[in-house]
C-alpha cells in the first residue's frame, strides 16, 4: 500500500465549502419532494372528501324505518333512479354506495363495499372517513350510521357509505407536485450556480494574497499588508507578520553573528600567514637564526590553537542553538558532571598555578536529578570554568559548588572566581557574543558566556551573576572581588531503586 504524499493530502478549502453548502441543499431536495408529495395529498383530498361527506348525508336523508303488525320496526329506503344513476355519471373515478338495515340487511346499492371495522364507536348522524380497497382498487370512503326519525336512540342504526375511487385525487396532487417541483429543476442549478459565484468572489482576496506573497523576493522579510484581508484571514496574516518578524530577527542575528567570527577568525588566521611568511623571508634571505624559526613557529602554534580554540566555540554555540538536540532530555546527575568537569581542568589549572576544586555532594550522595541534555550541560559547566580560569591571575582560586535546595525544588551550579570581577554595567553585556570586558587583556573567543546564557534558557534555568566578596583596602591582586556564576536548574528527587 502506497503512503499518501503531501499533495494527496492537501484539501482545497473553495471545495470543502461547497461540499458543505451544496450536500444539504441536495439532501434537503428529496425530503422536500416527500413533503410536498404528502402535502398535496392532503390538499388534493380536502374538496373531494368535503363532496364525497355531502353525498353520503344526502343519502343518509333518504333512510327511514316503519313499525310490522306483530314485528319489530322494519328499515325502508327509496332512491329514486335518476338519483342512482347520477351517481354512476363520474366519468374518472367508480362510484359505490350502500345502504345496510338495522338488521344490518342491504337495502340499497353495491354488496362488494366493505363494512366499518366492527371495534369501531358508533356515533349516529357523525361523518367518517377511510381508505379501503374494493376488488383490487384503493378507494376513499365515507360513511355514516343514521338514526331514523320513529326509532328512539336506544335503537340500532342503519349505516350509509359511498366510495369512490382515486383517480382524480392522483390526478390533482400529481397537478400540484409538478407546478411545485418543476420550477425547483431550474431553482436548484441556479442556486448552485449562485453559492458558486458567491465562494468564487468571497475566496478572491485569498487568491489576492496569494498572488502578493508569491511575487515577493526571497529576502523581503517585510510584514504583509493586512488592507483589504477578511476579517477571518487576519488573525493567520498577523500570525505570518510575526513570524516574518522572527524570521528577520534570526537571520539579522545570524548575519551579525557571521560577521563578527569571521571578523574573530581573521585575526589568527592573519597571524598564521604572518609568521610563516616573515620565516620563509628569514629562511630564503639565509638568515636561518633558529631562535628567530623557533619564535615564529611558536606564533604559528598560538595562532592556530586561537583560530582552532573559535571554531569549537563556533561549534558549541550551534550545539547550545540546536532545538532539536536541547529537546533530547535525561534525568542527569549535576554533581558527577560538576566533578568530570573539574578533574578534565586540574592540569590547566596547576599549569597557571590556579587552586581549582569541587564543593558539593558526591556522585552517589546527590540527592536531586535535573533533565537535560548532558552533552549541553556539560557544555556549559565547561565554558564557566574555562571562563573563571581565562580572568583568574596566578595563585588565585576557582571553585565549582553544587548546592541542593532542601524542599527538591531547584540544584544550583556556581562557579566563582578571585579574579577581578565584572563592573555592574556590564554584567548584561558579557552574555553577548564576542563581547569581552575592556581592560583585562584575555585571549578570549568571547563566546563563552553566550554559549551558557543559551544553554541554560534552553533548560530553563536562571542564571546570575555577582561579586564573590565585597573589595576590600589592601587586597591581594589574586584576591580581587571575584566573579560568581549562579545558574539555578530545575530538579526532582532521584528515584531510588
Known amino acids: ?66 313499525a310490522v303488525p306483530g314485528r319489530s320496526m322494519k328499515s325502508r329506503y327509496a332512491l329514486a333512479p335518476e338519483a342512482a344513476a347520477l351517481l354512476r355519471a363520474d366519468e374518472t373515478d367508480t362510484v359505490f354506495y350502500q345502504v345496510l338495515g338495522l338488521r344490518g340487511e342491504l337495502l340499497n346499492g353495491d354488496s362488494v363495499l366493505p363494512v366499518p371495522p366492527d371495534d369501531e364507536t358508533i356515533v349516529p348522524g357523525e361523518l367518517h372517513f377511510r381508505d379501503d380497497e374494493v376488488g383490487n382498487e384503493q378507494v376513499r370512503v365515507a360513511y355514516l350510521w343514521v338514526l331514523p326519525d320513529k326509532l328512539d336512540n336506544n335503537s340500532r342504526t342503519m349505516l350509509v357509505q359511498v366510495a369512490e375511487t382515486l383517480g382524480k385525487r392522483a390526478r390533482l396532487t400529481n397537478e400540484i407536485i409538478k407546478g411545485v417541483i418543476l420550477p425547483q429543476f431550474v431553482i436548484l442549478p441556479l442556486a448552485v450556480l449562485l453559492v458558486w459565484l458567491a465562494l468564487a468572489r468571497g475566496i478572491a482576496p485569498l487568491n489576492d494574497l496569494q498572488r502578493r506573497i508569491r511575487s515577493r523576493e526571497s529576502s523581503d522579510l517585510s510584514p504583509i499588508d493586512e488592507r483589504g484581508i477578511p476579517d477571518e484571514v487576519a488573525p493567520l496574516v498577523r500570525a505570518i507578520n510575526d513570524l516574518l518578524t522572527r524570521l528577520d530577527q534570526s537571520l539579522s542575528s545570524q548575519k551579525h553573528f557571521l560577521a563578527d567570527a569571521a571578523h574573530q577568525l581573521k585575526t589568527p588566521l592573519a597571524g598564521l600567514r604572518t609568521q610563516a611568511e616573515f620565516a620563509q623571508r628569514e629562511i630564503d634571505a639565509g638568515r636561518s637564526d633558529p631562535a628567530e624559526l623557533k619564535r615564529s613557529l611558536q606564533q604559528i602554534s598560538l595562532s592556530s590553537q586561537r583560530a582552532a580554540r573559535m571554531v569549537n566555540q563556533l561549534l558549541a554555540m550551534a550545539r547550545a542553538e540546536d532545538k532539536e538536540l536541547a529537546a533530547q532530555r535525561l534525568e542527569v546527575n549535576l554533581a558527577e558532571i560538576a566533578m568530570e568537569t573539574v578533574r578534565d581542568f586540574v592540569p590547566r589549572a596547576m599549569e597557571k598555578r590556579i587552586d581549582l576544586g569541587y564543593e558539593g555532594p558526591d556522585t552517589e550522595q546527590a540527592r536531586l536529578r535535573t533533565l537535560g541534555h548532558p552533552l549541553l550541560m556539560g557544555e556549559l559547566i565547561r565554558n564557566l570554568v574555562d571562563n573563571a580560569l581565562l580572568y583568574t591571575p596566578s595563585g588565585g582560586t576557582v571553585t565549582v559548588r553544587v548546592v541542593e535546595d532542601p524542599f527538591g525544588q531547584v540544584s544550583v551550579l556556581q562557579v566563582e572566581d578571585s579574579g577581578n570581577g565584572i563592573a555592574e554595567h556590564e554584567r548584561d553585556k558579557v552574555f553577548q557574543p564576542f563581547y569581552r570586558a575592556l581592560g583585562t587583556n584575555v585571549d578570549g573567543s568571547g563566546l563563552g558566556l553566550a554559549i551558557v546564557r543559551e544553554i541554560a534558557q534552553q533548560h530553563e534555568a536562571e542564571i546570575s551573576l555577582d561579586d564573590t566578596r565585597p573589595p576590600r583596602t589592601g587586597q591581594a591582586e589574586t584576591e580581587g572581588p571575584g566573579a560568581r556564576f549562579s545558574v539555578r536548574f530545575p530538579a526532582h528527587p532521584a528515584i531510588t531503586s
Open 1 to 66: 500500500m502506497s503512503k499518501p504524499t503531501a499533495e494527496s493530502e492537501q484539501r482545497s478549502l473553495f471545495g470543502e465549502i461547497l461540499d458543505w453548502m451544496l450536500a444539504p441543499l441536495l439532501l434537503i431536495w428529496p425530503i422536500s419532494v416527500g413533503l410536498t408529495w404528502l402535502v398535496a395529498q392532503g390538499i388534493a383530498n380536502k374538496p373531494y372528501d368535503r363532496a364525497l361527506g355531502e353525498m353520503t348525508r344526502t343519502l343518509g336523508l333518504q333512510v327511514a324505518a316503519e
